[in-house]
């Protein structure tokens, strides 16, 4: 059961935002207020400017390996701000200029300021949970008018409003709020008053939230989505409960973790158009156990259009897992400015692959178009390198963002271990796989999804090409391969073309040239998701149980 989804208990739904009341000033640390909290009950935890109380018993409410997340979350928020609020200050800016004398501008500025805030910006935290991430939220970025920490358990409240306290917040600045994360989204619905972010970070899947997500954010605002289900996304079981939560069918061959970055952002633009709203992706990680997305949302029934042509069904080889990636719809301009669309035409691959004869999966329908911005990308690793200290995952940050940063912009990824295993041939080093990609002519990267990958734009044909050529340099023994093995139909075909393995001077690129920690190395033993929320593990309970046996 999902924090925020199901009606358990009474609920106080949101109050109006107070403008006036909120500071729009960077929030210093402040020392934590013990008053009258009996600190002996609880353990603290200190993340960013945060120290947070969790009771002694609790198992569930903190997972340091999600610190990175809510790194990530805090850079992600501080470089869109800024964007955010010079774009609205260009917009004023532009406004006066109609004005022809001063009086006319002062009444123009007096006007717009009712409906146009240059101050500050609002947050949702729809399931807050012990209230950490809106707390170091609320002190750790700048011009915040507002965090409001929502969650149905009445237990998860009480946290926040000790939290807010033990850390000097007011409840204007962090507001804690008892409700439905569904109803308080859906409570913005009609009025001109929407949340910046809104931030979801569920157990589990985030599909249930989405739609009022979607609707509660401004325009131009950030969306921020968890997913914890990887097993779903990735197709490592149950395909059929992947397409009820996300709409589209999962592929688990090569390229999982990017499919599922694409499911989700399917599912956030599907949601959006129904309310003539787009999304933009501004950054898209897959993290270890989850992925977290980062989009803008705007309204525009012209923009909608455009996105059965960003959507696509992804193709996948059942023997080589060769793949390609088929669009659902064309975008054409004229010159005079005019988008003609029309379905588009397939399908792109034969019933059986042209590589080795096999069949083909299908996947999707899933986002087919860029999962970054890439302006955005360099200037949010600008910010991590510049504030560097204020994260403490700031390495593995930087590792990350350089990495995304360089990627190319094709979609999906091969990897070392399918490609060379479909041939049974001695392993390619990645500079030669890299190498000769290069001196063909096409673009060539790793991925943030996974160490040992390559995005190329580069057909799959040329691909086996350059395996085919390393074969001949490194023969395979053929007499323990079987008969019907994709190997045996691919080295069968002549290259067509001779690879060139000299070192190029871009295969080595400088997320590795410079030792970033570019992928996690597990943490701790036993790492991973906690528990599901809402069963209690009290430390009174625990004692109690342990002097019965005694």
């Keep these: 059961m999902f924090r925020g989804h199901c009606l358990k208990h009474t609920r106080h739904f949101l109050r109006p935002f107070r403008r006036s009341l909120m500071s729009t000033e960077h929030h210093p640390a402040t020392e934590p207020l013990a008053g009258d909290i009996d600190i002996s009950l609880y353990q603290t935890v200190t993340e960013g400017k945060a120290t947070i109380l969790f009771p002694k018993g609790n198992e569930v409410f903190y997972n340091p390996v999600q610190e990175f997340n809510r790194d990530m979350s805090i850079a992600a928020i501080c470089t869109w701000s800024e964007i955010f609020m010079k774009e609205k200050r260009d917009k004023i800016e532009k406004k006066l200029e109609r004005g022809q004398t001063e009086e006319e501008k002062k009444a123009i500025e007096e006007h717009l300021s009712g409906y146009i805030d240059t101050q500050g910006f609002t947050i949702l935290e729809a399931l807050a949970a012990s209230g950490l991430r809106s707390v170091r939220y609320a002190k750790e970025i700048p011009h915040l008018k507002q965090v409001v920490a929502n969650d149905i358990t009445l237990d998860a409240v009480e946290s926040i409003q000790r939290n807010v306290k033990y850390n000097g917040l007011s409840e204007d600045l962090v507001r804690p709020n008892h409700g439905d994360a569904m109803q308080v989204m859906y409570q913005t619905v009609g009025k001109a008053e929407k949340y910046d972010v809104v931030d979801l970070d569920p157990y589990g899947t985030a599909a249930p939230f989405v739609d009022g997500a979607i609707q509660a954010v401004s325009e131009g605002g950030l969306l921020c989505v968890t997913c914890t289900d990887l097993a779903i996304l990735t197709g490592s079981m149950h395909p059929e409960t992947c397409f009820g939560k996300y709409g589209g069918t999962p592929l688990k061959g090569m390229f999982p973790h990017e499919m599922a970055l694409r499911l989700v952002l399917q599912m956030l633009q599907t949601s959006a158009g129904r309310y003539r709203r787009y999304i933009v992706p501004l950054v898209s990680c897959s993290i270890d156990f989850y992925l977290r997305v980062f989009v803008r949302v705007y309204t525009s029934a012209k923009e909608v259009k455009k996105a059965a042509s960003k959507m696509a069904i992804m193709y996948e080889c059942t023997g080589c897992h060769a793949y390609q990636v088929q669009p659902l719809g064309r975008c054409q301009t004229s010159d005079s400015g005019h988008d003609k669309h029309t379905p588009s035409t397939g399908p792109m691959v034969n019933e059986f692959c042209s590589h080795c004869g096999s069949t083909h999966h299908i996947g999707g329908p899933a986002w087919g178009a860029a999962l970054h911005d890439k302006t955005f990308v360099e200037r949010m690793l600008g910010h991590v390198e510049s504030n560097s200290e204020s994260y403490g995952t700031h390495q593995r940050m930087t590792g990350m963002l350089t ?40 673009k060539v990267s790793v991925s943030h999804c996974g160490p040992q990958t390559m995005k190329t734009n580069a057909p799959s044909g040329l691909v086996w090409d350059v395996l085919r050529c390393w074969v001949k340099k490194y023969p395979v023994v053929m007499t323990n391969i079987a008969e019907n093995s994709p190997a045996r139909a691919i080295l069968a075909q002549p290259p067509a073309i001779e690879a060139d393995f000299t070192r190029h001077a871009d295969a080595c690129p400088k997320s590795r040239s410079v030792n970033l920690v570019r992928y996690q190395i597990n943490p701790t033993a036993n790492w991973g998701p906690k528990a599901r929320a809402g069963k209690k593990r009290k430390q009174s309970e625990k004692e109690e149980k342990e002097k019965e046996e005694q």
Excluded: D
Excluded at 430 to 440: I, T
């Design 403 to 442: 990495v995304i940063h360089e990627e190319v912009e094709a979609p999906l990824y091969w990897t070392l271990a399918r490609l060379c295993g479909t041939l049974h041939c001695n392993s390619i080093p990645m500079l030669s796989l890299f190498s000769a990609v290069l001196n063909a002519g096409y």
